[in-house]
């Protein structure tokens, strides 16, 4: 992977392993103009004359529900989101098209055939490059799994920012930026150590609360050392179902 130009951490990301008081909904990432034009000049399903075309555009339906379902519930990325929902919009059309043009066809079953969201999911999944574990107070390195590009830890002088008292950041804030060239930097604060993950795109919150799961995990285990500043002998994390080499 090439360098990155690190740019400020400007975003937040909330971590949300608590259960929260009411359910947070991630906003649905913008879909191109011209798939949002397609779908209002589709036939209503109470229109189409077909009961067997009618049925599978109602799955279709459910499928396009649950994808948002999954977004808003943080087990998708907004890369994924938006594939799939091309996807499945693209097969409405062209079913429609299909059995306008071949009224006396079947042509149009072929086209809602199941089997290739699998491959979209895997093919925009975010990637976690690299994971590294610094001292908070003098930014050192005290541990790293993966290419860790140098321009990435240039970021960390912007932890001048974060209390470097024993207590943990602010209402656990998780913070995030892009890069120059695309990937994605989380930031996850603790009480005496910071994480910095290198992500191909911005990773689903399932992503990102484990992460924060495992620091709070390593700074738990390691705490009695890391109070005497010590970090020869450290327990350090296994990142291996992480990252994608």
Known sequence: MGGIQASPFIGEVHDDSAPPSQETKSPAPV??????????????????????????????????????????????NASQ?????????????????????YPDSNRWEMVLEEGKTRFLLQLNEAACYSVGLYNIQSKKRIFVDGDMPESAEDAMALLGTFST???????????????????????????????????????????????????????AANRPALLRGETEKLIFPDLSRFIKN
Do not use: C
């Open 31 to 76: 879909i191109e103009e011209s798939v949002a034009e397609a779908i209002t000049e589709e036939p209503s399903i109470e229109d189409i004359d077909d009961p067997e075309l009618r049925r599978r555009l109602e799955t279709l339906d459910g499928k396009i529900a649950r994808l948002e379902q999954d977004f808003q519930q943080g087990r998708i």
């Open 81 to 101: 989101y938006r594939a799939i929902y091309r996807h499945y919009m693209g097969q409405r059309e062209v079913a429609l098209r299909m059995r306008q043009t």
């Open 165 to 219: 008292s024993d207590d943990e950041s602010p209402d656990g804030r998780l913070f995030a930026t892009t890069s120059d060239s695309g990937e994605t930097l989380l930031l996850i604060p603790g009480s005496f150590t910071v994480s910095l993950a290198v992500f191909s795109q911005d990773p689903p919150s399932w992503q990102v609360r484990a992460l924060h799961e495992v620091h709070r995990n390593f700074e």
